[in-house]
């Protein structure tokens, strides 16, 4: 059945490397998003994309990296430039013209 | 600046009674609004919405309710179970930003049995 997966659920990394999360979806969504969430914090959106091979950033791009070269794969990297990395990861999708956004389970990220 | 807010961090209820999750927005442009639910470690999935041509939408036990001159929205849930605790946000599109949602800071439910 159609969904989008994220993997891995939890991930763990040492501080000044750099760490890719995986999220595929098989809805045929033209859009996906990579959003961050903090402890008592909403969803604060990181990157995003309409289109293959076109990305934009959202408010907290800085330290993070993505790529767009398949519809269904929006892979985010967390480079060490990203000062506070340790948070919950939540990639969504949506149909091209749709409000509603379809989420992931999320990876939890702990960086030491 | 925050342009969704949920002032309520959280919120008790009893089981039966009605839950009422309150949102308020700052920005006119927005032209939509969804409700989330969220359990701990899983992502959210998607509740109920309402355009803003609209007042009022339903949908089961759940309502939610668009006050546009107050810049105002709530969801109520009745009857209440406990199978609806989580955190719920509030999330709001002003249809442009390409389809980018504006996300509240949640508010934790807790229905006790």
């Known amino acids: 059945d159609g969904g989008i997966t994220q993997s891995p659920k939890y991930l763990f990394r040492k501080e000044g490397q750099n760490v890719t999360l995986s999220c595929e979806q098989n809805?045929?969504?033209?859009?996906m998003y990579w959003y961050r969430q903090d402890p008592g914090q909403g969803l604060r959106l990181i990157y995003y994309?309409?289109?293959?091979?076109?990305?934009q950033k959202g408010d907290i791009a800085e330290g993070y990296s993505v790529s767009r070269e398949k519809k269904e794969s929006f892979p985010l990297t967390v480079t060490s430039a990203q000062k506070n990395p340790t948070a919950f990861y939540l990639c969504?999708?949506?149909?091209?013209?749709?409000?509603?956004?379809?989420f992931g389970p999320g990876t939890r990220l702990t960086v030491t | 600046d925050q342009q969704v807010k949920q002032n309520s961090p959280s919120l008790s209820v009893q089981e039966g009674r009605i839950s009422i999750l309150n949102c308020d927005y700052t920005?006119?442009?927005?032209?939509?609004f969804l409700w989330y639910k969220k359990y701990p470690a899983e992502g959210p999935t998607f509740l109920i919405s309402?355009?803003?041509?609209?007042d009022k939408n339903e949908d089961g036990r759940f309502t939610v309710f668009l006050n546009k001159s107050a810049k105002h929205l709530s969801l109520h849930i009745v009857p209440s179970q406990p199978g609806d605790s989580a955190v719920y946000f509030c999330?709001?599109?002003?249809?442009?930003?390409?389809?980018?949602?504006?996300f509240g800071k949640g508010t934790k439910l807790s229905v006790k049995p």
């Open positions: 969504a999708s949506s149909q091209a013209g749709d409000y509603e956004q379809y």
């Open positions: 809805l045929n969504h033209d859009a």
């Open positions: 994309s309409q289109i293959v091979n076109d990305f």
């Open positions: 920005n006119s442009m927005f032209d939509y």
């Open positions: 309402i355009s803003s041509i609209k």
């Open positions: 999330a709001a599109s002003d249809g442009g930003s390409q389809g980018n949602l504006i």
